[in-house]
């Protein structure tokens, strides 16, 4: 099996953990130490919040204030757009803040939340077959 692991940064741990647990995200225990804490998005994606101490314990690089800086933005996809004000009313409710409005095609409903260290996650609505629709046209 493929699976990715994420290395977040993140300047409170608990709290940081709370907030993915708030999206649905799972703790794996197995990974999951004072250092950093693994929570599960599925089978094949796991995001690793690490200490500020222990992230930077092996990499040795300058520390960019991530609130002011362009970086990569991930996708969370989700059955229903039901489902992703669902997510997005618990992280909120967790300390994430809704960057943008949202996005909306007739295809596609998206809405993005930065987690406590400005991390930017979307979460997406896709319905495929009208995706593929749009695109023959």
């Known amino acids: 099996m493929k699976q990715i692991f994420i290395n ?7 709290k940081s953990m709370q907030f993915y647990l708030a999206l649905g995200f799972t703790i794996n225990p ?15 994606i796991y995001i690793m919040l690490q200490s500020l101490a222990f992230s930077n314990s092996y990499l040795k690089k300058t520390t960019i204030d991530i609130k002011n800086a362009q970086i990569p933005s991930f996708t969370l996809p ?8 669902q997510m997005m009313g ?12 949202v996005f909306e095609e007739d ?3 998206l809405r993005s939340i930065e987690d406590l260290d400005g991390y930017v996650w ?9 995706f593929q629709a749009a695109k023959n046209k």
Do not use: H
Not at 30 to 44: A, G, P, R, Y
């Open 30 to 44: 197995l990974f999951t130490d004072e250092d950093q804490k693994c929570m599960v998005w599925s089978d094949s």
């Open 90 to 101: 618990r992280g909120i409710n967790a300390g994430g803040r809704e960057p943008v409005g």
């Open 122 to 130: 979307g979460i997406m609505c896709l319905d495929i077959p009208k």
């Open 8 to 14: 977040i940064p993140a300047s409170d741990l608990e």
């Open 78 to 85: 989700v059955e229903s757009i039901e489902q992703v004000n």
């Open 107 to 109: 295809f596609m409903y």
